[in-house]
């Protein structure tokens, strides 16, 4: 019912910087929150960065100062600006949308993740 395309990743070099998208498509009636998540190989999901329809932001405290979250709420979009990239940046990245069908149905989506890889 809600679909979400991530763009974005990609292999880039120590100290570069990446810009991954995610698009929310389908029957929508309200977004809550938008994120970013990321996963490397046996181990759990982890948060990078949420931000709330109001805007309020929250990050891992490994990404601060480095990555910024934003969002198009006209558009369903929402952007991870990554910067100062390091090799432990480098896993899966998946986006994250909680929202509402209708008044009385939530749903929480994900998007199929996109592959950020950082070079040493």
């Known amino acids: 019912q809600v679909q979400l395309v991530e763009s974005g990743g990609g292999l880039v070099q120590t100290g570069g910087s990446l810009r991954l998208s995610c698009v929310a498509s389908g029957s929508i009636f309200t977004i809550n929150v938008m994120g970013w998540y990321r996963q490397t190989p046996g181990a759990q999901r982890e948060l990078v960065a949420t931000?709330?329809?109001?805007?309020?932001?929250n990050y891992a405290n490994s990404v601060k100062g480095r990555f910024t979250i934003s969002a198009d709420n006209a558009k369903n979009t929402v952007y991870l600006q990554m910067t100062s990239l390091k090799p432990e940046d480098t896993a899966v990245y998946y986006c994250n949308v909680d929202g509402r069908l209708t008044t009385r149905q939530a749903f929480i989506s994900w998007g199929p993740g996109t592959q950020v890889t950082v070079s040493s």
């Open positions: 931000i709330t329809s109001g805007g309020s932001t």
